[in-house]
């Protein structure tokens, strides 16, 4: 595994899983919060995760492959999509271009449910 990125709420891992190239996403334990109580906030998000990105394809949105969810380690195990991500692409361009690639995005995902 290699770590692609470490956010406040997860890490993100390239994998090779089953003979494909996945993400993997870890959610970080809070060592603040009552151990009970951090295990339940973890599994609850990656569980709503899952289904929202669920909801999302049903709309017509596209989104990765969700391979596994794992409740007890608050995993997600997905389809790794190549390629620039929209943060990244984002950042390399001024106000004006960062405005039209953002319509473009909504209009390829409104076009989708019409």
Excluded: F
């Amino acid at each position: 595994m290699k770590l692609l990125s470490k956010g406040a709420e997860a890490d993100l891992y390239i994998a090779e899983w089953y003979g494909r190239k996945v993400v993997i996403k870890r959610r970080i334990s809070k060592v603040y919060r009552n151990p009970c109580l951090d295990l339940r906030l973890r599994a609850s998000r990656t569980v709503r995760e899952a289904e929202n990105m669920h909801e999302a394809k049903k709309a017509s949105v596209p989104t990765p492959i969700i391979y596994l969810v794992d409740k007890e380690s608050t995993t997600l195990i997905m389809e790794y999509i190549d390629g620039l991500r929209v943060k990244e692409a984002l950042g390399m361009l001024d106000n004006s271009q960062k405005e039209k690639l953002c319509e473009q995005i909504g209009m390829k995902v409104i076009g989708k449910r019409s």
